[in-house]
């Protein structure tokens, strides 16, 4: 990486950890400063070029351009020439025309962001592409995780639900076995992929067994879409209830964590479903610094891309996996 | 007017002889012919060999888009590219807008293949009205019409209900027709991008499995032998497919199957680039499947090769991998590519080519002048191919209307230098 942060696979180890080391650096600073920006990124365009709703992850990345004094501008595709028909393509070049330095893009076709950084300039930040990857959010977790607990190296993480169209597991799975961390994915055998074996993460179908040996569980979001009775795509499952039953985090499962084991959710939630809002709400729930954390991280992977520092995340200026 | 082939090797086999072309037919084959007033054709090969003498090629499995979406491809163009890929016949699909599923269509194609005059057409008349899978078209109106449609499918979709592929296969037999399967359960394949494996968990792509061809195979095979009808499996892409059709045969069952040249030499990994060019149905599977799809065509499991040449316009390939079609153009690759897969290891001869890609096809589509041996008296539907010349294929340098071909840059090892149609040149 290089250039865009397309996947979480892009991240070598030390990558991924300057990228974390200079969110906190970020944090602390941003925090001495009375009005909380810092003038890093003064002059400089970030677009926000989101295909799919999703208020929270722009507002995040909005939020963490305008703490470095960046100029944003947010391009939804409803209300947009997208709308009308224009091309990924055409969008693209149009916004490099207009001198855009990062395009952020959410897009509800894996791949999009990879296709996008064929046709510009500037930097391309994945925020979430299809049922592909979400690497910010990754790095989110893991910073999370690293000032809860301390360290990521050798951390047991368990990430329970949706693995199939999940990006924030896929890349949650290459981001934190590159740190060191032991992932297991549980799962109903018809929500993980049929290549799951070639991930680096061990594979449960048993959530009871896996919990007390877990220093962090995330929960994944799962979508209504998914459950019976099937419409078009027969259902993943039989019932919201049991799936309740066999893979949600309710209180009696919570109880039986570790002392230290944190309950991660990347939001938005069911509650009731996959989590018990006591779990969500309780004194073991990140949930909320995640959010907050977004921002900062987000800071740091814009701060280093647009040449905050040299060199920017990685070395070599090369387009990943294109 | 007449042609002297001068040093050219039938199937690339002997030394170099002459071929003289008069009238449509192949009149004389022999060493030193006079040229006479013969117009000369010079098949010497630098190192000496000759070029290798072939009958033209025929294809079962074209997409030449007329009518509907002429931006893409026209009957003009698509001939033109079949031509200087070495083809003197093609079947053009079905899945054309309007669809093929009536007699004015496709003698409408075949008329429009006439004027060109690149190379026959034989239209593939719609198992299905529309293609919906629902009604049986008009077959044997269509068997009956100028065009003389004998292969029938409804490609692009498949004919899911067992029950009305059943009476496809069955009503068929009166006017010997053949019922082209694209095997592909519907319900196993919703939203599918790519081959259901390693890659497609990575990339985040909904799986196409391959046991929702294989599960189609299987049971047509089955209905096949039932009924006593004549199927022909498309685009067969997966190892569990040639081993139910090698099981098939084995029993007698009336079944041929035929693989594409992209099959035979690319992989589901070269969806990682999210290049649509890469994005084709059957999907690009693994390199398991392309062994055995290699095996299975040099043991004749797989009967043919067939392009599935699908054109498409730039703004259907230039997007997202989800938006854009899927499909990719072989015609003007095709022979070099089966060069690269199949001759250049050793595991099809020359000979072999002409029946995996002129004999059996034009067999299976009962044209009865094409696939023809190379022997005096014989329909002069040839074509010329020099083995050892390397090209580098050039997407912008193509005679199809469409830039979609997975090649573009590859260097193949054999390149088709000339084709002749009844004895008139057309490439």
């Not at chain 1, 890093?40 to 999703?54: A, K, P, Y």
Request: proline residues 5%.
């Amino acid at each position: 990486m290089r250039r865009h942060l397309l996947s979480a696979a892009d991240l070598s180890r030390d990558d991924a950890l300057l990228v974390l080391d200079t969110a906190e650096e970020l944090a602390t600073v941003a925090a001495r400063t009375t009005v909380g920006k810092l003038p890093t990124l003064r002059g400089r365009t970030v677009v926000n070029l989101f295909f799919e709703d999703s208020t929270r992850t722009r507002t995040s990345f909005e939020l963490a351009a305008k703490r470095l004094s960046a100029d944003v501008v947010n391009f939804s595709a409803k209300g947009s020439s997208v709308s009308k028909g224009e091309t990924l393509k055409d969008t693209a070049l149009t916004l490099e025309a207009m001198g855009s330095d990062a395009v952020v893009i959410r897009h509800s076709w894996s791949g999009a962001p990879v296709n996008l950084a064929r046709y510009v300039q500037g930097s391309v930040v994945n925020a979430g592409d299809g049922t592909h990857e979400h690497p910010t959010q990754a790095l989110l977790d893991a910073f999370t995780m690293r000032r809860r607990l301390g360290r990521l190296e050798g951390l047991k993480v368990t990430i329970v639900g949706d693995v199939l169209h999940s990006r924030v597991a896929r890349s949650n799975v290459l981001l934190l076995s590159t740190l060191g961390a032991e992932v297991t994915l549980v799962a109903p055998p018809t929500l993980l992929p049929v290549g799951v074996h070639t991930w680096d993460a061990a594979v449960s179908y048993d959530l009871d067994a896996v919990l007390p040996k877990s220093d962090v569980v995330m929960m994944l979001r799962v979508q209504r879409e998914r459950m019976g009775p099937g419409g078009e795509r027969t259902a993943y499952f039989p019932s919201s209830r049991e799936y309740s039953l066999r893979y949600g985090l309710n209180v009696r499962r919570a109880a039986g964590l570790q002392e230290h084991t944190v309950v991660m959710h990347p939001g938005p939630m069911n509650r009731g479903v996959e989590i018990a809002p006591e779990v969500a709400d309780g004194p073991r729930s990140t949930i909320v610094e995640q959010v907050a954390n977004g921002v900062t991280v987000r800071m740091a992977v814009l701060y280093l891309l647009l040449g905050g520092a040299e060199p920017a995340i990685g070395s070599a200026p090369q387009v990943s996996r294109a | 007017m007449s042609w002297l082939l001068q040093g050219v090797r039938p199937y690339g086999e002997g030394e170099p002889v002459d071929v003289r072309l008069v009238d449509g037919r192949i009149a004389e084959i022999g060493a030193g012919l006079g040229a006479g007033d013969s117009r000369p054709y010079d098949g010497r090969t630098s190192d000496g060999t000759g070029q290798v003498l072939l009958p033209g090629l025929v294809d079962l499995h074209t997409h030449l888009r007329e009518p509907g979406r002429e931006d893409a491809e026209t009957v003009e163009t698509g001939t033109l590219a079949a031509a200087r890929g070495g083809f003197t016949a093609v079947h053009a699909m079905a899945n054309t807008d309007p669809v093929a599923d009536n007699a004015g269509v496709v003698e409408q194609v075949w008329r429009l293949g006439l004027e060109a005059g690149h190379c026959d057409v034989a239209p593939v008349g719609a198992v299905t009205l529309g293609l919906a899978g629902e009604q049986l078209a008009e077959l044997g109106t269509m068997a009956d019409s100028a065009a003389r449609v004998r292969v029938f499918s409804d490609d692009g979709r498949c004919v899911s209900d067992a029950s009305l592929m059943r009476r496809a296969l069955e009503y068929v037999k009166a006017f010997d027709g053949v019922i082209a399967q694209h095997a592909q359960e519907p319900r196993l394949t919703v939203g599918a991008q790519m081959h259901e494996g390693i890659v497609s968990s990575q990339l985040g792509l909904t799986g196409w499995p391959s046991v929702a061809e294989e599960a189609v195979i299987a049971r047509d095979v089955l209905l096949a032998a039932h009924v006593g009808g004549r199927l022909h499996v498309c685009h067969v892409s997966t190892a569990g497919s040639v081993a139910i059709l090698r099981l098939a045969k084995a029993q007698g069952i009336d079944v041929t199957a035929e693989v594409t040249p992209h099959h035979l030499v690319l992989t589901d990994e070269l969806a990682t680039s999210y290049d649509p060019v890469f994005k084709v149905n059957p999907p690009l599977r693994t390199a398991s499947d392309v062994e055995a799809l290699r095996a299975g065509l040099a043991d004749g499991t797989i009967d043919v090769v067939a392009t599935d040449h699908a054109p498409h316009a730039l703004e259907d390939k230039e997007t997202e991998w989800g938006a854009a079609l899927p499909g990719m153009t072989g015609l003007e690759t095709a022979l070099g590519v089966v060069a690269e897969a199949m001759v250049v290891p050793g595991r099809l001869s020359w000979r072999d080519v002409a029946d995996r890609m002129a004999q059996r096809p034009a067999g299976i589509g009962r044209l009865a002048t094409h696939g023809r041996p190379l022997a005096v008296g014989e329909p002069a539907n040839l074509c010329l191919v020099d083995p050892g010349a390397a090209w580098t294929v050039d997407a912008t340098r193509m005679a199809t209307r469409s830039r979609n071909t997975p090649f573009a840059g590859r260097s193949l090892p054999a390149a088709v230098v000339a084709t002749f149609l009844r004895g008139g040149r057309t490439a």
